[in-house]
């Protein structure tokens, strides 16, 4: 199983990113698929998932700024991310539960103020 993130960069507050994650080594169709967040210092942390049927769930502090979607065709997830705040910065990393739960190298997202 292999996840790899890519779209991370540097944005000033108010900006927009977008991450994908492309996975290869399992059946993407019927996964489900999710992006943590981990910040120096600061315990890795949810950010948001999609169920196989596209059933979405999203933390508090990214809810109505944020969305995750995927492509099966593409084998690929999405996170779309707007109105970026510096509270936003950190490592992103996008997992993949097939039997277990896999996670990707991450990819970093930076915040200026």
């Known amino acids: 199983v292999q996840l790899v993130e890519t779209g991370g960069g540097w944005v000033q507050a108010g900006g927009s990113l977008r991450l994908s994650c492309a996975a290869s080594g399992i059946i993407f169709s019927i996964s489900n698929q999710g992006w943590y967040r981990q910040a120096p210092g600061i315990q890795r942390e949810f950010v948001a998932t999609i169920t196989r049927d596209g059933t979405t769930n999203y933390a508090d502090s990214v809810k109505g700024r944020f969305t995750i979607s995927r492509d099966n065709a593409k084998n690929t997830v999405y996170l779309q991310m707007n109105n970026l705040k510096p509270e936003d910065t950190a490592l992103y990393y996008c997992?993949?539960?097939?039997?277990?739960?896999?996670w990707g190298q991450g990819t970093q997202v930076t915040v200026s103020s």
């Open positions: 997992t993949t539960d097939w039997g277990q739960t896999y």
